[in-house]
């Protein structure tokens, strides 16, 4: 005879278990969100702290009475961004409250969204056989680290963007299709999304991936180029940007105006304080030539590589964006942002190599918050304070890159790794068939 079950369970279905860390993530994270609002509504102040909310209370405001009228920003060059950003410019204006606080409920939105997404994931170790697990770091990183980046976190765009991205991560465990329809989303945002898809499974999968990231992009970008004005001026605007002052490659020339008294300067210059002077447009050439080189290995990886892991996909993306972050000619503040959510997904995946470099990204965040917004006239007045802010923000960044492609190629290309789980080709076969049901 069947023994009934208890407390009126149904029979077959298993129970799920209390887990004491959605609570406790919840009540971190709404702790650590409320400070950031505070400070970012100007409530809480801090000595020395500059405002950052002026991009938000006057360029985005701004952009998005412009975009109402159905015409993008095409007289100016600081609108860098992909059409699809216009509808996050837009979206604060049907919040009934000023455009700043719909903006900031927009944005926290965004946030709680981005601790449900790990939650899940993690969740979800403990029903299948995928490659994720029970592993709290990645939810515990996304809810103590983006705090540290102060106001700044709340008053920029870019949560947005890596919400999206981070769910795109998640999808590629089993929704493939779905995964290139976010991607695609992340990359009409802010394009760099689309660096996800260096690690986008194999085979069909692959196929599934970029058929429909590249089939959402043009449909999004047909339905702009039709119903709006200079949908893509932005690509225009991007071409003539320089060396931003806190990327890697203004640091020689910022040294250089301290200790060999370079003759160059500091300033406004396509919406960001650039280096300007003799050189730098040879460091220019430099910076794209290291972010070709970078892509090229990313591409010699994939040739080569033979383990595949669930945790594959999410290695590679944060490797990818990495290596992009650190060739690039602009290094704004923001950009932790990108690197933290990645870091996160990392983390809650069973079989990841990034623990290292997560950890490399977590302390560069609060460097990053003391030079922006805290001692920024340190860095442009160029005093050696600021040089070693930036700098040892930015050799952080380095290593974490440098390291990141090591642990991944290792673990993916130079050793058989057999402590870590496989996806043969049978299992991708299952999931293809699953989606279908699906």
Known sequence: MRKKPADGATPGRHRPQFDPTVPSAWCGWVLGRALVVLLVLGVLKIPHMMDVTSDVKVIYQGWAEVLRSGTFPMDDVTWQYPPLAALVMLAPLAVPASYFVGFVVLIGLCDALGLWLLLRLRRSGTERTDGTSRNRAGVWLWVVVPPLLGPTLYARFDLVVTVVAMAALVALVRRPKLAGVLTAVGAMLKVWPVLLLIGAGRGRRWRKVVTSCALSAALVGFLFLVSTHGAFSFLGFQEGRGIEVES???????????????????????????????????????????????????????????????????????????????????????????????????????????????????????????????????????????????????????????????????????????????????????????????
């Not at 650039?274 to 892509?295: N, Q, R, W, Y």
Request: proline share 5%; aromatic share 8%; charged share 10%.
């Open 248 to 438: 890697l490659g203004a640091l020689p020339f910022l040294f250089a105006s301290v200790f060999l008294h370079w003759q160059g300067t500091v300033a406004m210059n396509y919406g960001s304080l650039e280096v300007l002077g003799p050189h730098v447009a040879t460091m220019s050439g430099v910076m794209v030539a290291s972010s070709v080189i970078a892509f090229a290995l990313l591409a010699l990886w994939r040739l080569r590589v033979r383990n595949w892991t669930p945790a594959t996909a999410a290695d590679a993306g944060l490797t990818a964006v990495l290596l992009f972050v650190v060739t690039s000619r602009v290094i704004s503040p923001q950009y932790l942002l990108w690197l933290v959510g990645l870091a996160a997904v990392c983390l809650t995946l069973r079989g990841s190599v990034m623990r290292p470099v997560a950890w490399l990204v977590a302390v560069a965040v609060p460097v990053t918050t003391v030079e922006f917004p805290f001692m920024f006239g340190q860095l442009t007045g160029r005093t050696e304070l600021g040089l070693v802010i930036i700098g040892t923000r930015n050799l952080l960044l380095l290593a974490a890159a440098v390291l990141a492609f090591v642990r991944l190629w290792r673990a993916t290309v130079s050793s058989a790794s057999p402590e870590l789980p496989q996806v043969p080709d049978a299992v991708e076969r299952e999931r293809d068939a699953e989606e279908v049901s699906a």
